[in-house]
């Protein structure tokens, strides 16, 4: 399969669906990357995106990312606002769409061989928490329960490594999401 392939295949399934049977347990979940300073950023008018959580994009977000991440091209961030009661259902991140995007940046990469167990890109989701983490908010990585400290950083396995959230405090949980590849 090359990357074309699995974009299209991306776009016929519910990755909430499939996800627990594609998902490798045994593989790595998370890596914890260097503590990270970030600038106070707008909260104003979130998104709900229908997945558990609202966010927030523009482009300072981005713009500070890829001053963090100078080794990532095609940088993707957001701010995902987790509030009480709300639960994103356990998945992978198969990122179809944003690997779409990336592809009419860079249409070489349709042709590279790529699956989930040997993925032909060198994707990067991470995780940083703005706030240190509250009792009840739950980010759950193949069974390991992160738990955070303000500026903390992960790195997660999109491509194996079944996640999910739940924000069983009275506070919202707010976390940066970024997404980029590693040139």
């Avoid at 996800?19 to 890596?31: Q, R, T, V, Y």
Wanted: include cysteine; glycine fraction near 6%.
């Amino acid at each position: 399969m090359n990357l074309k392939n699995y974009i299209e295949w991306t776009e016929t399934v519910d990755e909430y669906k499939v996800s627990p049977e594609l998902a490798d347990k045994h593989a790595w979940g998370f890596k914890s990357m260097n503590n990270v300073r970030f600038p106070k950023f707008n909260l104003d008018d979130p998104t709900d995106g229908g997945e558990g959580y609202h966010s927030v994009r523009n482009e300072r977000i981005t713009q500070w990312a890829r001053m963090v991440w100078p080794e990532l091209s095609c940088i993707e961030a957001k701010i995902q606002i987790q509030k009480p009661g709300e639960e994103c259902s356990p998945h992978l991140d198969l990122v179809g769409e944003y690997l779409r995007g990336v592809c009419d940046t860079l249409p070489g990469l349709l042709k590279v061989a790529h699956t989930l167990k040997q993925p032909g890109v060198d994707l990067w989701r991470l995780f940083v928490a703005t706030e240190d983490h509250v009792d009840g908010q739950i980010f759950n990585i193949n069974d390991v329960q992160w738990k955070w400290q303000k500026g903390d950083c992960i790195r997660l396995n999109n491509w194996q490594a079944l996640h999910w959230t739940k924000n069983d405090s009275d506070t919202d949980r707010i976390i940066l999401k970024i997404t980029g590849i590693k040139t």
